[in-house]
């Protein structure tokens, strides 16, 4: 009887080391491997939303050393779907608009532009000193040529662009400011 009994616990004992032998394995291989597990990886859905499908060519801010500046470039989207940008923001100004030009009367005035600015898929929207443009007000240090400011996007379908802009010597882009009176100032 002894004989049986011998035999299944050394298998048994066998099975187990086998069995041991074969986990500690994985789990060397799996930490010694250069892929996260897939927990660590971002969801595409994370990935999509932060990956704007927009970009900002020839970007520029116009130097100053007075308290606001703006923003142009070319807004190009190369989605299939029309986005809007909502928004934007910059570490250098206590406030960021999305604005546009107006002529009445013979005088350029700049105001805030509701809705923000579409760009079509497939197409550009231009951001020019006298038009469309993202105006930086308060700003708290000036903006010297040669700067390079970061500007973050915000656009309707959720995603985001960081984009650094480069400080540009400009004498133009001179408006007149039609904020309100919480603007009055500028």
Not at 49 to 73: I, R, Y
Not at 127 to 132: A, K, Q, V, Y
């Amino acid at each position: 009887m002894s004989v049986f009994t011998v035999a299944p616990i050394r298998r048994a004992a066998t099975g187990v080391a086998v069995s041991a032998a074969a986990l500690a394995l994985g789990l060397g291989l799996t930490s010694c491997s250069s892929t996260p597990a897939p927990s660590e990886k971002p969801s595409a859905t994370a990935e999509q939303q932060q990956k704007a499908p927009v970009e900002l060519a020839d970007a520029w801010v116009k130097a100053t050393d007075g308290d606001m500046s703006a923003v142009f470039g070319t807004l190009k989207n190369s989605g299939s779907s029309d986005v809007t940008l909502e928004s934007a923001s910059t570490p250098i100004a206590g406030m960021v608009e999305l604005h546009e030009t107006i002529v009445e009367n013979g005088t350029a005035t700049m105001r805030k532009k509701e809705g923000g600015i579409k760009i079509p898929a497939g197409k550009t929207a231009a951001l020019e000193p006298g038009s469309t443009h993202i105006m930086l007000m308060d700003l708290k240090k000036p903006v010297k040529a040669g700067d390079e400011v970061p500007v973050t996007l915000k656009f309707s379908d959720g995603s985001t662009l960081e984009v650094p802009v480069l400080g540009k010597a400009f004498s133009g882009a001179n408006e007149n400011y039609d904020g309100g009176a919480e603007h009055a100032e500028h």
